[in-house]
């Protein structure tokens, strides 16, 4: 299956891009993406305790199963002061 993934602040930066699709296996979880998603890019390994995900619009836990034409947002933590 196929699922599109976007991503934002410091992940987007780093990474040089705003999205991309991702192949998975069927009854992949957000857990497994993040996996794959950590061997591609360096910055969602370092951040990944820290990263949040929403799907569809809502934010999920890692065990979230994903679904073909998924839409994945990867959110690094904000910082400020």
């Known amino acids: 299956m196929t699922v599109r993934v976007l991503y934002f602040a410091r ?3 780093e990474t040089g891009v705003s999205s991309e699709d991702v192949d998975l296996p069927e ?3 957000v857990d497994r993406l993040l996996d ?3 061997h591609r890019h360096d910055v969602v ?3 990944r305790p820290s990263i949040r995900c929403g799907v569809n619009d809502r ?3 890692l065990t ?3 679904f073909t034409g998924d839409e994945v947002a990867i ?3 904000v910082s400020g002061g």
């Open 45 to 47: 390994a370092v951040l």
């Open 75 to 77: 959110l690094s933590p």
């Open 36 to 38: 794959v998603l950590a």
């Open 11 to 13: 992940i987007r930066e």
């Open 27 to 29: 009854h992949a979880t």
């Open 59 to 61: 934010y999920v836990s």
């Open 64 to 66: 979230a199963e994903l």
